[in-house]
């Protein structure tokens, strides 16, 4: 029987550096399932993006990551950017600051995951594409605007803080609690208002462990919708201490939706958030891409 093979992308600088050391620990434990690892190490913003378009994806049964979300991210928007069907799973190894995606499958912890790999089981995983003007980006977790992008923009100026600096930068930016005029659309319903943020979530989790909307499931052929048009601080800090948990879904000024599509036309070029990672700016115009990959879990 032919030994099974995964291309593995390493992100050497994510989480602390923790990428080299993650892939250290785990891959005697592929070694002893009878697995060899194809090891692609980045060296540049981008460069997973490329190694997954360019990847042969029959040399491979499948492609995990060892990072964080922004290193996924860029492995999707590459394998989605294909002109071809992708016939092989994905997988993620957490070595990043920012692992919400993996907490959603319950697999924090490096060794874990890499034995669900081993296992073999796979799950539809919807994926988002994003369309900004010329440019079409392929998401797997979030999309946001607004105070989302706020939130992100300032967690990479703390990275030094490591994962605590997603909640220090929520905290900095419910404070100051800035709106924003825009036309939203879900599913074409239309929202004319001014919004506090908007963030589509296919997970469960965000900025590692905020459990932004508990509903959600990736492979449900749905997005699900967190937004906020108005609140006060009081309020806001009320949405922080309660977001960890889930329980903010009672809160009254919070909006949920479940949708296949949205559109955001803003006044200004507004930065937005895909999965982590500031790429591009408003107007934006999102549709669910219904199990457009597998994910190992």
């Known amino acids: 029987m032919p030994r099974r093979c995964l291309a593995v992308v390493v992100n050497p600088r994510g989480g602390k550096c923790r990428g080299v050391p993650v892939l250290h620990r785990v891959s005697?434990?592929?070694?002893?399932?009878?697995?060899?690892l194809n090891v692609h190490m980045t060296d540049r913003p981008g460069h997973a993006r490329d190694i997954a378009r360019n990847l042969d994806q029959n040399a491979v049964q499948g492609i995990c990551v060892v990072g964080g979300d922004g290193t996924f991210h860029e492995v999707v928007d590459g394998l989605m950017h294909r002109n071809e069907p992708i016939s092989i799973p994905v997988g993620i190894i957490p070595a990043g600051t920012g692992n919400s995606l993996v907490r959603h499958l319950n697999?924090?912890?490096?060794?874990?995951?890499?034995?669900q790999i081993v296992a073999g089981r796979t799950m539809p995983l919807d994926v988002v594409r994003v369309a900004m003007g010329d440019q079409t980006a392929y998401c797997a977790n979030i999309v946001g605007w607004g105070a989302v992008s706020d939130i992100n923009i300032r967690a990479e100026k703390l990275r030094m803080l490591g994962t605590s600096r997603y909640a220090l930068a929520a905290l900095i930016e419910i404070l100051r609690a800035k709106r924003r005029r825009a036309t939203i659309l879900l599913d074409g319903r239309m929202l004319e208002d001014s919004f506090v943020f908007f963030m589509a979530c296919n997970g469960k989790f965000t900025g590692a462990d905020m459990k932004l909307t508990p509903g959600a499931e990736i492979g449900d052929g749905m997005i699900d919708v967190a937004l906020i048009r108005d609140a006060s601080r009081w309020q806001m800090l009320k949405l922080f201490t309660k977001v960890f948990d889930g329980s903010h879904v009672s809160l009254d000024f919070i909006e949920f939706y479940q949708v296949r599509s949205f559109e955001i036309q803003t006044e200004t070029p507004d930065r937005m958030n895909l999965d982590g990672e500031m790429r591009g700016t408003s107007p934006v115009a999102g549709e669910v891409m219904p199990a457009a990959l597998s994910i190992f879990y």
């Open 107 to 115: 697999c924090k912890d490096p060794a874990q995951a890499a034995m």
């Open 28 to 36: 005697p434990l592929f070694a002893k399932a009878g697995i060899d």
